[in-house]
């Protein structure tokens, strides 16, 4: 409105003012030849006119525009609202596990909008729920060609190379995702776990150093043995010897990796010297004593053995599996009174103790002293367990994985007494 009252009103003040200057005709000359006198007033009533045609047009012509933008943002505003409505619908069918209604709502978006970054991303989500990784790969390429830098979209699609086992493809996405700034714990770990299935341990150990350094001082060690584990199913997985040897070398206390070890090479004066060691480091690792007795005993060196032992026993002087072991020992070379002795300084409270107690008595021909001893014990909640350190979790036998907390290598043998002492 104001333009149309600028457009009449500069027109009849400039020729207004013409007329008070030139109170006579005008005359148009329009060629040398051809000229036209016109009364002034005549004149300025034209002008007039024209100027308050013109600003009926601009009026009218904005109102119509106006008019046109409104009807167009309102389409506009109906298409956005039913492409969310859609898409939201899509999400809650997601939820719920309804693959075909949420790919029904998801198709009907897509109609609507074909580069909908939201509905490819989630097309792919739920193709790779339905078990259809190619389709879902598809969905996310699409998608990426909309936008390359969407993190919801990158981490589906580390996801579906994940799947795929394309751990190239999947290394390169979260470099991506990690160069948007100071990468996050949970793109550190799924570095870790890309570089160990790539084969890459220096690599994945390296990761595994940042990621520690983050990790508050009273959970990084709790942390870093479920590392070990993640490390140790990998190396496991493929074979790899001297990942495992790193593994050790990084955490000592961890028995898995000595089992697994002892798998690999059943022989040979390596495999004997980690046993050794891990022994040393582990003296409630029941597991790693067994099989360094068999191999030892296969070698017929019961002597070297036995030595091991009492140097272990001098070392941990309060540990009992290891005394009960020696003796264990002693009896199956036939060495009662030596077996005799050594069980006479540890507890009678503990049932396999009694137990190898009464065997060598029997053996030294103490039948009377043997069922007496027996006979004190029977009834009562006694037995060589493992435990798990990390969660207090009990299990009859030894497992690389406590069926309690879950985590690996943290079961070790416990002497177990009467009233449950520990």
Not at 203 to 231: D, H, M, N
Not at 400 to 411: A, K, N, R
Request: proline share 4%; net charge positive.
């Amino acid at each position: 409105m104001l333009r149309a009252f600028i457009a009449a009103l500069v027109p009849t003040v400039v020729f207004l003012y013409v007329v008070i200057l030139n109170p006579q005709n005008v005359t148009f000359r329009l060629s040398k030849t051809h000229a036209y006198s016109l009364p002034l007033a005549a004149v300025v009533v034209v002008l007039v006119i024209a100027g308050f045609v013109a600003g009926l047009v601009l009026m009218a012509g904005s109102e119509v525009r106006g008019a046109i933008r409104r009807a167009k943002d309102k389409r506009q505003w109906k298409r956005e609202g039913k492409k969310r409505g859609l898409f939201h619908a899509a999400l809650a069918w997601w939820g719920l596990r309804d693959w075909e209604k949420a790919r029904g709502a998801l198709s009907r978006l897509l109609s609507l909008d074909g580069h909908s970054l939201e509905g490819m991303v989630l097309m792919g989500v739920v193709a790779r729920e339905e078990g259809k990784l190619e389709e879902a790969l598809s969905w996310h390429r699409k998608a990426r060609r909309v936008t390359d830098g969407d993190p919801w979209l990158l981490s589906q699609m580390y996801r579906d190379y994940v799947a795929t086992g394309e751990w190239e493809d999947a290394w390169e996405v979260l470099e991506t995702l990690s160069s948007e700034g100071k990468p996050s714990q949970g793109i550190l770990e799924g570095m870790m776990d890309v570089a160990l299935q790539m084969g890459q341990v220096e690599k994945a150990v390296s990761i595994q150093g940042k990621i520690l350094k983050s990790v508050p001082k009273e959970e990084r060690e709790e942390k870093a043995r479920a590392f070990s584990w993640r490390l140790y199913k990998a190396m496991k997985t493929i074979g790899d010897k001297g990942g495992l040897y790193k593994i050790i070398k990084r955490d000592p206390t961890f028995v898995p990796a000595y089992v697994a070890l002892s798998e690999m090479e059943e022989k040979g004066s390596k495999i004997l010297d980690l046993l050794m060691k891990g022994c040393e480091r582990n003296p409630k690792a029941l597991v790693l004593f067994e099989r360094l007795e068999g191999l030892v005993l296969s070698q017929e060196k019961p002597g070297d053995l036995i030595g091991f032992y009492k140097k272990l026993q001098a070392r941990y002087p309060e540990e009992p599996l290891i005394p009960f072991l020696l003796a264990r020992l002693y009896f199956s070379l036939g060495m009662y009174e030596d077996a005799h002795k050594v069980l006479s300084g540890l507890s009678e409270d503990v049932l396999p103790v009694v137990f190898l107690k009464v065997l060598v008595l029997g053996r030294l021909e103490k039948g009377e002293e043997a069922l007496r001893r027996l006979s004190e014990v029977l009834g009562k909640k006694m037995g060589l367990m493992y435990r798990c350190n990390v969660c207090g979790c009990f299990s009859k036998e030894w497992r690389e994985e406590c069926p309690g907390c879950g985590l690996g290598g943290t079961l070790f043998a416990e002497l177990e007494g009467i009233g449950g002492r520990v």
